[in-house]
């Protein structure tokens, strides 16, 4: 009988398949997906059980916390070593030297190149990346201190950056699996993960009802958010929140972006939750959002730098529990058609 893990993959080489097919300008994106997935999903990254009892977690997310905050994830570097290692080989092997340009600034693995992977492999090997220091950046996001360490070294650090990342996202896959059934039930209003605090790569509308939810890419929480709510500044003025979408995907996928904060999110409807694995291909196949979104001024990473330093707060729990029951008839903000770019 197949396992869910390999059921899992099989829909993702499909999805794969299928973006190839339908946008020829990814055709290289899905193809180095589908060399460093079969490494994601064999990667055995043991951590230990989180000893947080149902009342700590309710405690933490009343707080507005982060349920690994402050957790101290004890990872084994060496481990979390052989997979950037496997992963640089897997694109190695993948054999692609240079990504279209259009893709820099909108996809995490733009800066995959064979030749750039071929050096930090070295680096991984020889043991003069320090891992050590490197996952608590990584973890923190301190790209400065990312780049230094990379930097001094050769390596592309934008590459060192998603090989990490991604090396860490079995552990944050085991870390939700073991804590969302105590989260349930819980309100999260925020656009900030409640598991890893990592910026939600995306949002569904969910089931017949089309209820909004943000999933996180990092460990694929998903948890519900209100309809009509600015996940990075908490604005709810629908007068000063967008929506761009092309005709043809209107129903499927649109991009809501906001005029006070200039954040912008993508979101699809997705009727069942999509799966945590497949949420890092549903982010490559709305690039072309990301692209209109930006062309329009947007930015998820300057958004996601202001709301850090204002460290703004979603409202109180009574007014927006209302809203997050929003059906899809309720009032959305203006929209604006675009012509897609073609991928
Ligand atoms: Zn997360
Ligand atoms: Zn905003």
Redesign the pocket.
């Known amino acids: 009988m197949p396992t869910r893990s390999s059921d899992a993959h099989q829909q993702i080489a499909q999805r794969l398949r299928t973006i190839a097919r339908d946008s020829p300008g990814l055709k290289h994106a899905a193809h180095l997906y589908e060399a460093i997935l079969p490494v994601l999903r064999d990667a055995d990254l043991q951590i230990e059980a989180i000893a947080l009892t149902p009342a700590q977690v309710r405690g933490k997310m009343e707080k507005g916390q982060p349920l690994l905050d402050g957790l101290g994830l004890e990872l084994d570097s060496k481990s979390v070593r052989e997979i950037m290692r496997k992963l640089a080989r897997a694109v190695e092997n993948a054999g692609q030297n240079g990504m279209p340009s259009r893709l820099r600034l909108l996809w995490p693995w733009a800066s995959a190149d064979a030749r750039s992977a071929r050096r930090v492999r070295k680096a991984l090997e020889r043991e003069v990346l320090d891992i050590s220091a490197l996952l608590p950046q990584v973890a923190a996001r301190d790209h400065g201190g990312i780049e230094e360490a990379a930097g001094s070294l050769g390596l592309d650090p934008d590459l060192v950056t998603v090989l990490a990342q991604n090396a860490l996202k079995p552990a944050l896959y085991s870390v939700r699996g073991q804590l969302a059934h105590l989260a349930q039930g819980i309100p999260w209003e925020r656009g900030d993960c409640y598991v890893c605090g990592a910026v939600a790569t995306l949002a569904e509308l969910q089931e017949n009802d089309q209820i909004k939810h943000l999933r996180c890419g990092s460990c694929g929480a998903d948890w519900r958010f209100p309809r009509l709510t600015?996940i990075?500044?908490?604005?709810e003025d629908h007068q000063t929140q967008r929506c761009l979408f092309s005709e043809q995907e209107r129903e499927r996928m649109r991009v809501e972006v906001?005029d006070?904060?200039?954040?912008y999110i993508k979101v699809i409807s997705a009727y069942s939750p999509t799966l945590p694995e497949m949420l890092a291909i549903e982010d490559l196949a709305t690039l072309h959002l990301d692209y209109i979104a930006q062309a329009n001024g947007c930015s998820r990473t300057q958004?996601i730098r202001k709301k850090k330093s204002s460290n703004s707060r979603m409202h109180g729990k009574a007014e927006t529990a209302a809203v997050a029951h929003c059906a899809v008839h309720d009032p959305l903000p203006p929209v604006r058609k675009v012509v897609m770019p073609d991928f």
């Open positions: 600015c990075y500044c908490g604005n906001c006070l904060c200039h954040g958004a």
